[in-house]
């Protein structure tokens, strides 16, 4: 959404009682810079002004920024830095590995800036990923991070309403009174169940949306969400009526620009097999089709489930998701299993990424040496820092621009900048101002007579 | 909050999309009810300032995965014949590709090629980077001698085993 969309609901938000906005990480960053070719950092600004009762919420995946690629410690510092001095006052850091020594270059800086730190672990359903090992992360993260809080984070949608009930009493045990979160996804369908059961078991804080932009692989809205915990008799701060209004503007808002509202999805027993993103699963099938391959999904998707058993199973997540799944379409697609290994899955292999939790199967480990790049050292190497020679090559740029240049090409950073400050008009919701606002975008729409019934609109440019 | 009778969201929708498909053409419709009247031309105004977030890729066009740079492999794509026909060149040996995907020259586009025409390899001098679904695979020349020819342009797409280089051995 762009600024201007997001303009007239930010006093109803920040009113609305919520402890927290999940503002931006770096995939809106992504969106901003690239495809609303808004500047992120005015953006945060704008709405850290409005948002004056709530903080906002950033987030760190790893050691990572945007892309697969993991970033020298000072850089993930300097993104800290950055989002607090912009104004975001919480940061969530992940690392789907759970490789804690990733997570506190982000949580110790984040907490020497005074920021409220979250500790995210990534929910995944394997035969690694035990109840014992999410307590163990929590309880380092707490001991060696002295983070704020705990998060579940199923950005899979693979909760069930059985696993909450070991896993949530699992981390409260280690976590000393401090806020356990839950995040879920919609997948499944699952999700309001798992949330009602979670309150019960003594979470403090559960992510929602606002509907029409909640379920389908969103999470849950929090209008049912209120709803099923007034029923329980639970209780919360959060303002109905003000949820209400939002509510209304971003239904409209939906309708007018053709977005798709989020609904229902039904439970799909699959997905706990290939365990693929929402996101993910829809465009993979694209690209497989446009390469004339769809008639071998079906076995991508089984050979999938057998690299994650060969590679101590990585969590289908960003990036192993991706990594996993190009893998899975060479074995499959070259008829032998890691004749061709990308750079990738070599360097995920090889402890690149962060420590694996589980070790690889011997003898694919050794075909993963052999068929990857030589380049790949069989020991990762710490980065050297890039913070230096950054500031040496943009001498004139600020802080907030030098991390962009960081993460995004030289074209995509001019262009964001060239289309100037942030267009803070408000969208128009009468059809007529909407169709002249509409052909304004478009240079070739030269004329335009158009009539209904007994109204007429005549538009002509450079005349 | 919308006072107008006549127009609804759903004509806008059906207005744009209208004039979204037409290029370069005068068009006049008209029924009882509704008159259309769009003139569309390509001037010196075509820029980028096309709305660009969300319209979706035409359907025909390259196969664009969905975020930015990121790229799918191509439907069948045939060796190119000038490939082929440089792999006859007397003397020579190919570079082929190990995997299907997009070919790329240099590490980044701000970067200079690996190699030119001219330039000796060894057998772990990187040539390319081969690029599918977002993930890259770095290929080696696996040959000491000299580029004689770079059989693909930077950026197409290749198939698995299509020759991307050829090198005249020492």
């Known amino acids: 959404m762009t600024a201007g969309m997001m303009l007239p609901i930010a006093e109803a938000m920040d009113e609305a009682g919520f402890a927290m906005i999940d503002f931006m990480a770096p995939v809106q960053f992504d969106v901003c810079v690239r495809y609303l070719k808004e500047n992120p950092w005015e953006k945060a600004r704008l709405f850290r002004e409005k948002f004056r009762n709530t903080p906002l919420r950033g987030y760190c995946r790893s050691k990572s920024l945007v892309g697969f690629s993991m970033v020298p410690d000072d850089i993930v510092e300097f993104w800290i830095e950055r989002l607090h001095a912009n104004g975001f006052r919480v940061v969530g850091t992940l690392d789907a590995l759970f490789d804690v020594e990733n997570m506190l270059v982000s949580v110790n800086h984040a907490k020497r800036l005074g920021m409220y730190s979250v500790g995210a672990l990534v929910f995944c359903e394997s035969p690694v990923h035990t109840d ?58 699952l999700a309001p169940l798992v949330y009602l059961e979670a ?54 808002l939906a309708e007018q620009e053709g977005f798709a509202k989020g609904a229902p999805m039904e439970y799909d027993s699959f ?18 089709q446009q390469a004339g391959l769809e008639s071998r999904f079906e076995e991508i998707l089984q050979e999938i489930v057998q690299i994650r058993a060969d590679l101590g199973w990585p969590i289908m997540v960003t990036p192993f998701s ?61 980065l050297p820092p890039a913070l230096p020679s950054l500031r040496k090559a943009y001498p004139g740029a600020d802080d907030d621009e030098l991390i962009l240049r960081y993460m995004f090409a030289g074209n995509e950073v001019n262009e964001m900048f060239a289309a100037g400050p942030l267009d803070l008009a408000s969208p128009r919701f009468s059809p007529v101002a909407r169709l002249v606002q509409e052909f304004s975008k478009r240079p070739q729409v030269r004329y335009v007579d158009v009539q209904k019934k007994n109204t007429r609109l005549v538009y002509s440019r450079g005349m | ?154 950026g197409d797409m290749v198939e698995d085993d299509q020759p991307l280089f050829f090198v005249k051995p020492d």
Not at chain 1, 271 to 288: R, T, V
Not at chain 2, 27 to 51: C, N
Request: with cysteine; hydrophobic share 40%; glycine share 6%.
């Open chain 1, 322 to 382: 991706q990594i996993i799944g190009v893998q899975a379409m060479l074995n499959v697609v070259g008829g032998e299993r890691y004749r061709t290994v990308p750079d990738e899955v070599k360097m995920y292999a090889l402890g690149h990424f962060g420590k694996l939790l589980a070790p690889v199967e011997p003898n694919v480990l050794d075909r993963i040496i052999a068929n990857g790049s030589p380049k790949i050292p069989l020991k990762p190497q710490p």
């Open chain 1, 199 to 252: 309150i019960k078991l003594g979470v403090d804080q559960l992510h929602t949306s606002i509907a029409p932009l909640a379920s389908g692989p969103a999470q849950p809205s929090v209008q049912s969400t209120l709803q099923n915990l007034k029923l329980n008799r639970f209780d919360t701060k959060v303002d109905r009526t003000k949820i209400d209004d939002v509510s209304a503007y971003l239904t409209k």
């Open chain 1, 132 to 189: 014992e090992v999410y307590a163990r992360t929590a309880k380092a993260l707490i001991e060696r991070g002295n983070v704020d809080a705990i998060m579940i984070k199923d950005s899979g949608a693979l909760l069930t309403p059985d696993r909450i009930r070991t896993l949530v009493p699992a981390l409260k045990a280690v976590m000393g009174g401090r806020p356990l979160e839950l995040h879920s996804h919609c997948n499944t369908g």
């Open chain 2, 1 to 154: 909050m919308s006072n107008s009778p006549t127009f609804t969201n759903s004509d806008v929708e059906e207005i744009l999309r209208v004039v979204d498909n037409l290029t370069d053409v005068e068009v006049k419709l008209e029924t009882a009810e509704f008159k259309l009247h769009v003139r569309k031309g390509v001037t010196a105004a075509i820029t980028v300032s096309e709305p660009a977030v969300s319209m979706p890729p035409p359907t025909s066009a390259v196969p664009a995965a969905t975020v930015g740079n990121a790229s799918a492999p191509a439907a069948k794509v045939s060796v190119a014949p000038s490939a082929a026909s440089s792999n006859s060149e007397a003397g020579t040996v190919a570079i082929k590709a190990p995997m299907l995907g997009r070919f790329y020259r240099a590490p980044s586009p701000s970067e200079p090629a690996y190699v030119e025409v001219g330039k000796r390899v060894g057998p772990d001098d990187t040539v390319c980077m081969i690029e599918v679904m977002k993930l890259f695979k770095t290929v080696n020349a696996g040959v000491s001698g000299t580029i004689v020819s770079i059989a693909v342009n930077d």
């Open chain 1, 271 to 288: 997905h706990y097999q290939h365990q693929m993103p929402g996101g993910m699963f829809a465009n993979w099938k694209f690209q497989l």
